[in-house]
């Protein structure tokens, strides 16, 4: 929590490629909570999707209906505690094992993009990852704004003495070294008390990350992130979506309408029950697309 005073989230440690890892995630939404354990074995390079270091094993499952949300959002602390942890408990019984932090993801806030360059000297002949890593460090500070929070800062590409187009720019030679980056935010408001409510389910919080944006790497083959695509990710109270381009993140969107909203229309419409509603849209609904 103190970290979002500087308008930061919390941030997970890279893992290790040569060590197992035991790994949380917790969705919290307007609908339902979900929480899943995973065990990350490494695996040999051939085994290994592009750009994926473990194997995983889905080892804990549980879910539960959302309380206390809307919208994403907390409007009962109280409640939508309960519900986390219920979805942990059972993820727990299921997994045999007892989880001290989760990888929490979000959906609401207000989801935005902006893109930010930043540059700086190059002290040595060649680029280090001390280098990255400050350059990355001063387009953070650039990104910076009242009443946000940094969910993801992440780059899209390098420059090299203003030559762009640089995709790893370890070991090249540079007197000055620059980076575009993407900046994923959200309102600092819904951060929070989304994180007040699991921890005071005794849990830390290891990261937090966009809900469009996991989703993204979880169902976009390698071919399509690189080639241009885009994800959404329609919930019960909020849509949000992903754009990728060249295996990177480059835009992220959201707003408070989702699948809830589709129900309700058609039970005033219909002059229907909501239990109805729901279901004539979960048979019959379907996206079609237009010329």
């Known amino acids: 929590m103190n970290a979002l005073r500087y308008g930061l989230t919390p941030k997970m440690k890279p893992i290790s490629p040569r060590k197992s890892a035991l790994v949380a995630a917790l969705d919290v939404g307007s609908s339902k909570v979900v929480c899943m354990i995973a065990r990350l074995r490494p695996r040999a390079p051939q085994q290994v999707l592009t750009r994926r270091s473990h194997g995983i094993e889905i080892i ?6 959302a309380r206390g949300m809307k919208a994403g959002s907390v409007v009962n602390l109280g409640r939508a505690e309960e519900a986390i942890r219920q ?38 002949s060649t680029i280090s990852d001390h280098d990255i890593a400050r350059v990355l460090a001063a ?18 590409g390098y420059s090299i003495d ?8 370890r070991g090249m030679l540079a007197a000055r070294f620059g980076v575009d980056m993407h900046v994923a935010t959200l309102d600092i408001a819904a951060a929070r008390n989304l994180m007040l409510a699991v921890e005071r389910c005794h849990l830390d919080i290891e990261a937090m990350v966009a809900s469009p944006y996991v989703s993204g790497l979880a169902v976009l083959a390698d071919d399509e992130a690189d080639l241009g695509s885009i994800v959404v990710d ?8 992903a754009a990728f381009l060249g295996g990177r993140l480059v835009h992220i969107d959201g707003f408070a309408l989702g699948g809830h909203h589709v129900t309700m229309d058609i039970a005033r419409g ?22």
């Open 87 to 124: 979805a942990v408990d059972a993820a727990e019984r299921m997994a045999g094992v007892e989880i001290e932090s989760v990888v929490l993801s979000l959906s609401a806030g207000r989801l935005s993009s902006e893109l930010f360059a930043a540059e700086i000297d190059i002290v040595g």
């Open 234 to 241: 329609m919930g019960a109270g909020t849509t949000s979506m």
């Open 139 to 156: 387009g953070s500070r650039h990104s910076l704004r009242e009443g946000r929070a940094i969910l993801h800062s992440l780059p899209v």
């Open 162 to 169: 203003g030559v762009e187009g640089v995709r790893d720019p």
């Open 270 to 291: 219909l002059n229907t029950p909501v239990s109805d509603a729901e279901r004539i849209k979960t048979l019959y609904g379907s996206v079609l697309s237009g010329g």
């Open 60 to 65: 804990g499952f549980g879910h539960t209906v």
